[in-house]
């Protein structure tokens, strides 16, 4: 329910100037994707790591 009553008060700006919805939808079209990139980048990561690990021990 705060939300919904401080809504009518959010005002965003960037850089000095007011953004309306429409712009900060747009910077958020790519989101998933950025997401889904950085998930698949750990887990490379991480499976690098316990390779060597596992190549460290032997």
Request: hydrophobic residues 40%; contains cysteine; proline residues 3%.
């Given at each position: 329910?705060?939300a ?8 965003p700006?960037?850089?000095g ?6 712009e900060?939808m747009e910077?958020?079209t790519?989101l ?8 698949l ?6 499976i690098w ?10």
């Amino acid at each position: 329910m705060r939300a919904k009553r401080n809504l009518s008060v959010f005002r965003p700006e960037r850089f000095g100037r007011s953004i309306t919805v429409g712009e900060m939808m747009e910077e958020d079209t790519g989101l998933p994707w950025r997401y889904g990139v950085c998930v698949l980048a750990g887990l490379a990561v991480i499976i690098w790591v316990r390779r060597k690990e596992t190549e460290g021990g032997r």
